[in-house]
């Protein structure tokens, strides 16, 4: 009878810890695990109360733009360490700093280190504050695109180098004037990349080996832009996009070859966000008026434009990459810095409030919110270090609660602000600033 006792007591702490780990999210890359700034873990709190979150823990990092990553229990995130050199943060200038980039791997439940790998780095970018890219954690892997263009390839658990390569050096090209920023993508055991140059704007490679599989595009500029690969279903086909400063394309993944291509010339070479599926239509938009809906083909791969935006119409997104449901466009808006609701079928714009990005009434030239939807709400994430509860109806906003995680300790246009879009996982948020990352319970009581 004891026995049976005891056996009964073990299965049931088993069917406990097992439900735990299965209802448990990780964030292993840019915008979550499947790429589409939606939270699927459950027991997660409904509201933010009064007396704000509790804190799991703060670590000190040193500076970067770069998101963190979550995956199987560890954290990973970049950063600069800083040495000589002055920041101006001048749009046009490039500053030249001396420092080393760095990858660190921490335990998502303590905070405590794991493991770190850095390496002398010379920058001579504008706003030079560190690393864009988020790494990307896959198949035990994770991969890691430093500002200048160092494209590495470490062992997820103990930092080790497997492969690396120097885009600058083996593609014959210059850094961006804003740093290598498109978020690296792994999928089918490929690691997709934008690079630049001629003939080489996206490169795919063996995720084992780093040998190189495809190289594709050429561009009037070699300036590759700052659009992360996006992997998108439809016509029967799987689809990369790749989006430079001259054109969206269409490739496959498989080789590279183009399966269409659009014009789309954002202003300054800014073709950053990536583009957003919903359905048979997609939406792409960056600086200045630059918004468009494609109409995609349903039986293979295949776009046309169905409409273009004009000033003061649709969503025209920059740091932060807009969210599409029920027929709308939600995103914060490069020239006024409101988040907006714009209707996708013309790009009407039905609402706008400046409360999830500036906390008031203000215009603020790239004013930024990262949204990211959890069931029936989203979690937005403004640049003063907010973490906001909201419902974003076709018709208006509704703010729920909202909570200050942590100081902007950067700069743009004279405001101060944090540009890092963060990690929702194990019940958690991991936010970072240019000298912390934060963890904070959003566990359910």
Known sequence: MRRRSILLALCWISQVVWTNIALSDDWPQWMG??????????????????????????????????????????????????????????PGTRDELQGNERIQCFDAGTGKLIWKYEYDCPYKLSYPKGPRATPTVANGRVIMLGAEGRL????????????????????????????????????????????????????????????????????????????????????????????HPSSLNSLNPANGETYWSIPVEPGYGMSITAPRKLQNQLYASAIGDTSLVMQLDDNHPGAEVLWRGKTKQAVNCANSTPFLENGMVYGSDCQTGALIGAK???????????????????????????????????????????????????????????FHVLEPTNECFGRDVVWSHPAFANRCLFARNDEELVCVDLSAP
């Open 33 to 90: 695990e499947q790429r589409d700034s939606v939270w699927r873990e459950e027991g997660i709190v409904k509201n933010i109360p009064e007396q704000g979150l509790p804190i799991k823990w703060r670590i000190p990092v040193a500076w970067g733009y770069s998101g963190p990553a979550v995956a199987e229990g560890k954290v990973y995130i970049t950063d600069f360490i800083h040495r000589e050199g002055d920041v101006t943060n001048g």
């Open 344 to 402: 996708l079928a013309d790009g009407e714009r039905v609402w706008q409030t400046f409360e999830p990005t500036t906390r008031g009434e203000r215009r603020a030239s790239h004013g930024t919110a990262y949204i990211v939807k959890h069931e029936d709400k989203f979690f937005l994430f403004s640049e003063l270090g907010d973490l906001i509860l909201a419902r974003l109806h076709p018709d208006r906003y509704e703010e729920l609660g909202r």
């Open 152 to 243: 590495t390839c470490l062992d997820a658990n103990n930092g080790k180098v497997s492969w690396q390569h120097e885009l600058k050096s083996e593609y014959s090209i210059e850094s961006p004037i804003w740093g290598f920023s498109a978020h690296p993508l792994v999928k089918h055991n490929r690691v997709y990349a934008v690079v630049g140059g001629h003939g080489t704007i996206a490169v795919a490679w063996d995720l084992a080996t780093g040998k190189e599989v495809w190289r594709a595009l050429d561009a009037e500029s070699p300036d590759p832009g700052y659009c992360p690969p996006t992997l998108m279903e439809h016509g029967g086909q799987e689809q990369l996009l790749i989006w």
